[in-house]
């Protein structure tokens, strides 16, 4: 694989938590980093949800390269669509590129 093959642009967003007038806290999601992205989708499964009806949870790979603001729990903005970022590693065969493990929920 080229470069040439990490053809989606992706925002990289962290989560920032403020607290409201009433004594709340609020979290909203800013952009850290972009990152040219391969993002291959990988299947979906049935997830149960606490006291409510089962969610979809789709899932999905993305190759790039590696950038000190990648971790878990972030989320990865593709396409227009949220993904969060549950496991982060190195790739076993490319140097310099990583692999991001995602997931999104459907209600």
Known sequence: MTIAALRALA????????????GGRSRSWSQVA???IDL?????????????PPCLVETAEAEARPHPAVRRGR??????????IVAVAPHAVRR???VLK????WP
């Open 75 to 84: 989320r990865l903005k593709a396409g227009g669509e949220p993904w969060r």
């Open 34 to 36: 972009a990152l040219w």
């Open 40 to 52: 291959r989708p990988s299947g979906h499964r049935e997830s149960p949800d606490a006291g409510g």
């Open 102 to 105: 995602l997931e999104r929920r």
């Open 11 to 22: 925002a990289l967003e962290a989560p920032s938590e403020a607290e409201t007038l009433f």
């Open 96 to 98: 310099g590129r990583i």
